[in-house]
């Protein structure tokens, strides 16, 4: 296990530096045209960085609703089952009560 922890670590730390790495190359201004005559000019790496976390958020979202969705199925399916097994348990003590009435051949 310590293993695979060193290499995880390894490998966030070459991820960050290539970001950090990409991140200096890319720190150009660029100018964003908004409606009515409105301009931004920021970093490019700014701008890839927002985009991106935009991004994440927004498939972050719909995941959260999918499985909020799956929950709620989960749910419904548990109390039925739970509904059907209650129904199974009574039939089973019914009829071995009627099965015990019954006169020995």
């Known amino acids: 296990m ?4 060193a290499i995880i670590w390894i490998i966030r730390l070459l991820l960050f530096f290539l970001l950090f790495g990409f991140a200096i190359k890319n720190d150009h201004l660029v100018t964003l045209n908004f409606f009515f005559g409105v301009q931004w000019q920021l970093p490019l790496v700014f701008v890839i960085l927002v985009t991106f976390a935009a991004g994440a958020l927004i498939g972050v979202t ?15 399916l548990r109390r039925q089952l739970e509904l059907v097994e209650r129904e199974k348990a009574s039939t089973e003590t019914a009829l071995a009560a009627a099965e015990s009435r019954l006169p020995m051949p």
């Open 2 to 5: 310590p293993v695979m922890r």
């Open 62 to 76: 719909a995941t959260l609703a999918s499985m909020m969705r799956q929950r709620r199925e989960i749910s419904r």
